[in-house]
C-alpha cells in the first residue's frame, strides 16, 4: 500500500507544452511537497504547500486538501525541465513519498 | 548549493562492512533528516534529529543508527551491510520551528555494497 500515488510515471512532452503532473495521497498531512531531482541526482525543493495554490516561475503547484490531491504545473515547458518530480507528504512525524514522474522535455 | 554537505560522495564497500556517512547542515539550521533512495523502494525516510534530539523516526533498520552532534552535523552508522543497503543516502536540513520547514537537501552520499 502506497500512501503516495503519482500520474503519471513517465512523461514525454514537446518544448512549450503545458504539463500537469498528478499526486494523490490517503493519509491526513501537514504539508504537501513537490521536489526536482535531476539526473546527476541532486534534489531541489519546488514547492511546500499546505493549502491553496503558489507560483513560482513557469511553475504553479496546487492542493486541494478535501479530494487529497495536488497538481505541479509547467507552462511554456523547456528542455532544461527534464528531470524526475516527486511528490512528498508529512503526515504526523512521518514522511511518505511518490514514486515520482520522470519528465522529458524535447527540444 | 543547497549550503547543505554531504561526505563522502561515493562510498564503495564490501557486505558486512561499516560506514559512517557525514552530513552538515545549513548554518542556523537546526533540523536534520536523512533518507535513502534505492532503485527498488524509491525515497524513504529514515529518521530526523533537531538539536541534537532523536525527533521522528521512519524506515530505519536495526542496523543503522545515526546522531546529531553540539555542532549540528550528524552522522548515519551503517552496519552489518548488505547488498540490499546500495543505495543514495541523502541528508537534508531545516530552518528552526515546530512546524513542517521546507528542507533543503545536501547532493547525497552513493553506497555501493559489493
Known amino acids: 500500500k502506497n500512501e503516495v500515488e503519482q500520474s503519471p510515471q513517465n512523461l514525454t512532452a514537446q518544448e512549450g507544452e503545458f504539463i500537469t503532473i498528478n499526486c494523490s495521497y490517503s493519509?491526513?498531512?501537514?504539508?504537501l511537497h513537490w521536489l526536482q531531482q535531476h539526473p546527476g541526482g541532486g534534489i531541489v525543493s519546488l514547492f511546500m504547500?499546505?493549502?491553496g495554490k503558489k507560483k513560482h516561475g513557469r511553475l504553479i503547484a496546487t492542493i486541494n486538501i478535501q479530494e487529497k490531491h495536488s497538481s505541479l504545473h509547467i507552462t511554456a515547458s523547456h528542455p532544461r525541465d527534464s528531470a524526475v518530480y516527486i511528490c512528498a507528504v508529512k503526515s504526523g512525524n512521518q514522511f511518505y513519498f511518490g514514486t515520482g514522474t520522470s519528465l522529458t522535455v524535447i527540444p | 548549493d543547497s549550503g547543505v554537505t554531504q561526505t563522502p560522495k561515493h562510498l564503495i564497500t564490501a557486505t558486512g562492512q561499516r560506514v559512517t556517512l557525514r552530513c552538515s547542515p545549513r548554518?542556523?539550521?537546526?533540523?536534520v533528516y536523512w533518507y535513502q533512495q534505492s532503485l527498488d523502494q524509491g525515497l524513504q525516510f529514515l529518521i530526523q534529529?533537531?538539536?541534537?534530539?532523536?525527533?521522528a523516526k521512519g524506515n530505519i533498520l536495526e542496523r543503522f543508527s545515526a546522531q546529531q552532534f553540539p555542532d549540528l552535523h550528524s552522522e548515519l552508522n551503517l552496519s552489518s551491510l548488505e547488498l540490499g543497503d546500495s543505495a543514495l543516502y541523502f541528508c537534508?536540513?531545516?530552518?528552526?520551528?515546530?512546524?513542517?520547514?521546507?528542507?533543503?537537501f545536501g547532493p547525497g552520499t552513493r553506497l555501493t555494497v559489493l
Open positions: 493519509v491526513g498531512i501537514s504539508a
Open positions: 548554518s542556523g539550521d537546526l533540523s
Open positions: 537534508a536540513s531545516s530552518a528552526p520551528g515546530g512546524r513542517y520547514n521546507e528542507q533543503f
Open positions: 534529529y533537531y538539536n541534537g534530539e532523536e525527533r
Open positions: 504547500l499546505s493549502s
